[in-house]
């Protein structure tokens, strides 16, 4: 029973009480039935439906959601499952926005059926749903009879959406702005439009929908807006025709703006109508009213396939995401039977859908229940109920039900309206006895004045309805023009081409697509059938009054309805009847365990083993029947009694389980355990055993050192003893052969012993410094001054003598080399260093000068042929000398020959003799100390040669000049020694005076060679360079 207000009866502590408890047990409340049925699908593994009936407002809605949030209050519990239910249950407010609205019988009214598919797995816990939906209510799209609203997300979006959304989607918070909503109740009581619209959102993410679905969604719902706004005006073709016009052209521009379609398209699409026959397409122009039509039809269909596509989006997200076997519970909350004072096409439609679910119930509780105690033989007498198939076949019979007439209707060529239709139905279904009609052949309404012209009442199961013909035919139809779903499909909009796939020109569909009453028929079909193979529980919604509220109780309303839902004859069945049947084999099967008999197997039928089993129990035997195929129980208190029994029987047998288990557990545990701890030991044994054995190994090593050290020391020590020993005899042994020598010999040398060791040791040392002298000696240079070193202090006088004596001796050798020439060449070098050396600078400079005598080679050259024709002797010495001049000190060039007997001069060009001086002329010779080459040679005053004066010349080759010139003077017989006078200044004795040759130190000018300059008449300077 509705009770119009919130009662805490669905509280979290309703829940728990209800929880797991048996369904008499308590006072009846929807979360019993929902246990029960939660409860038979899980343990039972049984497909349960929940049917909730009852008419428009009784609360079927809010009943389906109160057993959707108990099944998700006590199932399974987890992230994954809790985003399955929190989907489950968001679908409804999504679904409720699009498909409900307010009616004079409900504000909530649903308008549409949906049927909810929830999946479970094996544990009871919730996988995903599947909804199906039925026939919306869409003309209530474009129109709404007073007292009633548009579909709440209208009023919702204009209300609660943001300013920016609504600018976005065109829109105006203003309801009077649009023609599609009713404004007389677009405001409900107790109903938050603003706050409903965020909980759609809300629910519509949580159940999975993308932010630019949303938004699609909320265009199209602003698009159908602006589309009731579009108005068009007649106008009139001069070919008589009417066509129609757009009046304002901006709500259509805004309307194109927002789904993406070009203007001109769905002008055109509003102006003309193509009918394509096989072959042939004709355009035909479009009159206000048609215009209208059009306009209305694509709103209608707009939306509804807008809620369809929004069903199947939610589906999409709370399907179930694996595919093994699950259990399902289907919750089916339709339109409620409805009764308005102006009932058309929908209500038709809407209450055959309740007739039929009349009918499932009937079927099941009353007809198949009875059917059964007879066919099984239990006594059974007969309960009378009214059976609403004839009306469901009034409805639905394929030949002659009214839907299959309108149907016919709306195929059938030729001119169709409503009233053709009425007409029908008029022959027809005249003698029905649940329809009636004015101007049906039955005469008894022509003259019921409560039954207009174009309606026709159907009594249903319910009460009587009174349907206007009028859009039955259009609405079967549901006609959308092509050229609009064209247009539509054109748009660049995703969703809109989605929800128009026909209007694809590649895909021109000639048939007429299937009526509405045809798909409504079909699929209310398959709907029963899918109920009928689960097991049915029912919630039987009653209204308590008409007027919404609570505390009114109209009798009179609640016992129509308790009659026609058929409730007293359930009620009677109930009690007459059996609460609890079921096959023989299942019953043995879940009982057995009961009694000892049965457990674990019966051998035998089963129906004797259930007997048995019942004999065992304590239940008195009229609380049970055996019928020919089940055992039929009367109380649910025996079954609660039976289930108890079994419970406490599985409890005992999971205990038994369990223990086993436990036990076989606890064994195989501690087999591991000892398996483990025997491999544990002998790996710990194996570790202990190999470190004891290491430590012994080590210490042995440790031992077995020591011991071999200690014995080789020992073994040492011996040795060393031993050698000692030894070595002290060898020692002795020595000394005492020494002393016997000693002693011995001491007889033969007694006094020169000393003496003769001494010489003998002299002797050896002295051979030793010979012999090694031999291999030490120098070399034979006579200018080597090196001496081996003495070994010892008293060789010091042979150390000196030896030298003395082999220089003495190399010398000598050195001397025997030479040959007679080379002999007169050093004799003649050693006369000179008589003469000059430590006298003349010049002299040092002439030693490593060989003497060559003759350098003119005079007696070679042919130049001098004559010059030593001339000289007769054998020439010791040819050179070029200058001939000093006595009046410029200037050099002459002149030939010096030199031969045993004379000094010539010649002229060094001509070779003639200038002079020749016999040598006995010669008195002396005059040098200067310096290193110049000057010469004077001095004649013996008387001689002949005296008297052209005394010669100063000078050459090159002074030192040999002046040393042969000595030696030849002092070889000569007859003549004297050459005196040779070394000094700085000397006389010379010209023709006729006398001049002092003086020599003196200094840079000359011209370079460093010796020049000579006559100062006066007496003096004749030479420069020499200073000598360093
Ligand atoms: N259990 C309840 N407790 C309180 N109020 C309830 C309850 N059931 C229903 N109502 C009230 O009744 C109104 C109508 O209920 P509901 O929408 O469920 O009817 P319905 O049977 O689904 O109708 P329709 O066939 O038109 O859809 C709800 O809006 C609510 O105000
Ligand atoms: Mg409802």
């Known amino acids: 029973m509705n009770p119009y207000r919130v009662l805490p009866i669905f509280t979290p502590e309703k829940v728990e009480e209800y929880r797991n408890r048996n369904f008499y047990e308590l006072s009846p409340h929807i979360y019993a039935l929902a246990d029960e049925a939660y409860r038979s699908l899980r343990d039972q593994d049984k497909d349960q439906c929940i049917l909730i009936t009852g008419e428009s407002g009784a609360g079927k809605t809010e009943a389906s959601k109160l057993v959707m949030s108990y099944v998700a209050a006590v199932c399974g519990k987890g992230q994954e499952v ?47 749903g599947v909804i199906s939906n039925y026939l919306l209510e869409k003309s209530r799209v474009v129109k709404q009879p007073r007292g009633e609203r548009n579909f709440h997300i209208f009023y919702q979006l204009l209300s609660g959406a943001s300013d920016d959304t609504l600018k976005k989607l065109k829109l105006d918070r203003d309801f009077s702005k649009y023609n599609y909503l009713s404004l007389d109740s677009a405001v409900v009581n107790g109903l938050d439009d603003a706050a409903n619209f965020r909980t759609v959102k809300n629910a519509m993410q949580i159940v999975g929908f993308m932010e630019d679905e949303v938004q699609s969604v909320l265009e199209l719902v602003a698009a159908v807006l602006k589309l009731g706004d579009i108005e068009f005006k007649p106008e009139s073709r001069c070919n008589g025709t009417d066509e129609s016009r757009i009046k304002d052209k901006n709500d259509l521009k805004e309307m194109c703006e927002l789904l993406g379609i070009e203007q001109s398209v769905l002008e055109r699409a509003f102006s003309y109508r193509t009918v394509e026959a096989r072959l042939e397409k004709v355009s035909t122009t479009l009159n206000v009213a048609q215009a209208y039509y059009a306009r209305d039809a694509l709103a209608k269909n707009l939306y ?3 809620f369809s596509w929004l069903v199947t989006r939610i589906n999409e997200s709370i399907k179930a995401q694996t595919k093994a076997r699950h259990k399902v519970m289907g919750v089916l909350d339709i ?40 066919r099984e033989g239990i006594e059974w007498t007969n309960i009378e109920y009214f059976n609403n198939a004839i009306i469901c076949d009034l409805i639905e019979n394929h030949q002659n039900g009214i839907l299959a007439m309108l149907d016919e209707e709306c195929l059938r060529p030729g001119t169709v309206t409503d009233e053709t239709f009425l007409d029908k139905l008029n022959t027809i279904c005249a003698e029905h006895q649940h329809f009636e009609s004015r101007l049906s052949k039955n005469s008894k309404f022509l003259t019921d004045h409560s039954l207009p012209h174009n309606c026709f009442r159907i009594q ?42 026909e209007g694809n020109p590649a895909k021109v569909n000639l048939k007429r697509p299937p009526t509405a009453g045809f798909q409504f028929r079909a699929s209310v079909g398959t709907l029963m059938k899918n109920l009928q193979t689960k097991n049915p529980n029912y919630i039987r919604c009653i209204k308590p009054n008409d007027k919404k509220a609570s505390h009114i109780f109209t009798d009179s309303l609640v016992c129509h309805q308790v009659r026609y839902l058929g409730l007293m004859e359930n009620v009677r069945v ?37 007997e ?39 409890q005992d047998l999971a205990t038994l389980i369990q223990k086993i288990y436990r036990g076989w557990k606890c064994r195989s545990h501690f087999l591991l355990l000892k398996k483990s701890q025997i491999v544990v030991a002998a790996w710990y044994r194996r570790y202990a055993q190999e470190k004891k054995y290491q430590k012994i190994k080590s210490a042995t090593t440790v031992v077995q050192s020591y011991t071999r050290g200690w014995q080789a020391r020992k073994l040492l020590r011996e040795l060393k003893y031993q050698k000692r020993c030894e070595e002290a005899v060898t020692t002795i042994s020595a000394f005492w052969h020494g002393t016997q020598v000693r002693r011995e010999y001491r007889k033969f040398f007694r006094a020169n012993a000393g003496k003769k060791i001494y010489d003998f040791t002299i002797q050896r040392i002295m051979q030793k410094y010979f012999l090694g002298l031999k291999s030490t000696m120098p070399s034979m240079s006579p200018i080597d001054k090196s001496w081996p070193a003495r070994p010892y202090r008293f060789l010091d006088g042979v150390h000196r003598e030896l030298p003395r004596i082999f220089h003495l001796w190399r010398c000598k050798k050195y001397r025997s080399q030479f040959t007679e020439e080379k002999k007169a060449v050093y004799e003649e070098k050693l006369e000179a260093s008589e003469i000059f050396k430590d006298k003349k600078a010049l002299y040092p400079s002439s030693v490593s000068q060989p003497f060559k005598g003759d350098y003119l080679e005079i007696s070679k050259n042919p130049k001098y042929q004559k010059l030593n024709s001339a000289v007769d002797e054998k020439v010791l010495l040819a050179d070029v000398v200058n001939k000093i001049n006595r009046a410029n000190g200037k050099g002459t060039a002149r030939i010096f020959l030199l031969t045993k007997k004379s000094v010539v001069l010649a002229d060094q060009k001509t070779g003639q003799v200038k002079a020749s001086v016999p040598l006995p002329d010669l008195a002396s010779v005059s040098v200067s100390t310096q290193s110049d080459g000057f010469f004077a040679l001095r004649l013996k005053e008387g001689s002949a040669s005296a008297v052209k004066g005394d010669f100063l010349l000078s050459s090159e080759h002074l030192i040999e000049i002046i040393t042969k010139l000595h030696r030849t003077g002092a070889t000569a017989a007859d003549s004297e020694q050459l005196n040779v006078d070394i000094s700085d200044e ?27 300059k006559r100062k006066n008449n007496r003096l004749l300077e030479v420069s020499v360079p200073t000598t360093a």
């Open 612 to 650: 048995v089993l019942m004999a065992d129990l304590p239940v008195p035997a009229e609380e049970f029947s055996f019928g020919r195929s089940k055992i039929f129980i009367r109380n649910p208190r025996t079954l609660f009694f039976l289930e108890e029994r079994r419970r406490q029987c599985l």
């Open 335 to 374: 339109y409620g039977f409805e009764i308005f004072e102006d009932n058309s096409f929908e209500q038709f439609i809407i209450n055959y859908c309740n007739e039929k679910l009349q009918q499932i119930f009937i079927e099941l509780t009353l007809r198949e229940e009875q059917e059964e105690y007879v």
């Open 304 to 306: 509804s396939r807008l």
């Open 574 to 610: 109930r009690r007459a009847g059996y609460a609890f049947r079921q096959a023989y084999e299942p019953c043995l099967e879940r009982y057995k365990m009961l009694c000892k008999r049965t457990w674990p197997h019966w051998r035998g039928p089963a129906r004797e083993g259930v």
């Open 460 to 501: 249903h199961y319910a009460g009587k309805v009174l349907y206007r013909v009028e859009g039955f035919v259009d609405k079967n139809n549901d006609l959308l023009y092509r050229d609009l779903s064209q247009a539509m499909y054109k748009a660049n909009h995703s969703l809109i081409k989605q929800l128009f796939p």
């Open 82 to 128: 809790n985003k399955v239910k929190e989907q489950l249950l968001q679908s409804n407010p999504v679904l409720e926005a699009f498909g409900n609205a307010k009616t004079v019988r409900n504000d909530n009214s649903s308008r549409f059926g949906k049927y909810m598919d929830i999946e479970f797995d094996f544990k009871g816990d919730p996988l995903g």
């Open 986 to 1012: 000397f006389l010379v004795q010209f023709k006729h005076d006398k001049v002092c040759v003086k020599f003196i130190q200094g840079a000359p000018k011209n370079g460093n060679s010796v020049s000579c």
